[in-house]
């Protein structure tokens, strides 16, 4: 399988209180480093922030963005309210699953199908 091309798209909705990532190919330290501090920036504004990721084109992780990936999550366990995971396959799904203790987050699983009933979903209350 060949690698697919590298990208990071972040976007910030209602005034950044929902946040949303996708990640085309593996996901890297620096990518981390673009993500964080727009989430942090939400969470200093509104307490907590809501999260859509998009893994449909998402391959895993290099090392180094697997262990800032790990750090984010022990530094941001209350930070998240919501968290959508978007995607196709089904180990993506079981990964809305895997993050479950990791966070205090209520977390959906999504198809890509589905991407506007996830943000439908991060809207609600907002």
């Given amino acids: 399988m060949a690698t697919k091309t590298h990208d990071l ?3 910030k909705r209602a005034d950044g209180k ?5 990640v085309c190919g593996k996901l890297t330290q620096a990518d981390c480093e673009k993500f964080i501090p727009i989430i942090d920036e939400g969470v200093a504004r509104f307490g907590q922030v809501r999260l ?3 893994c449909a084109d998402f ?3 290099t ?3 697997l262990l800032e990936d790990a750090k984010f999550g022990l530094h941001h366990y209350n930070a998240i309210f919501r968290m959508a995971i978007v995607g196709n396959k089904a180990w993506e799904r079981a990964m809305a699953t895997f993050c479950k203790p990791f966070t205090k987050a209520d977390v959906n699983y999504y198809d890509v199908s589905e991407i506007e009933l996830a943000r439908a979903w991060l ?4």
């Fill in 9 to 11: 798209q972040v976007q």
């Fill in 59 to 61: 391959e895993g992780w």
């Fill in 123 to 126: 809207r609600e209350g907002t």
């Fill in 18 to 22: 929902i946040v949303e990532v996708k």
């Fill in 63 to 65: 090392l180094d963005g």
């Fill in 52 to 54: 859509l990721f998009d």
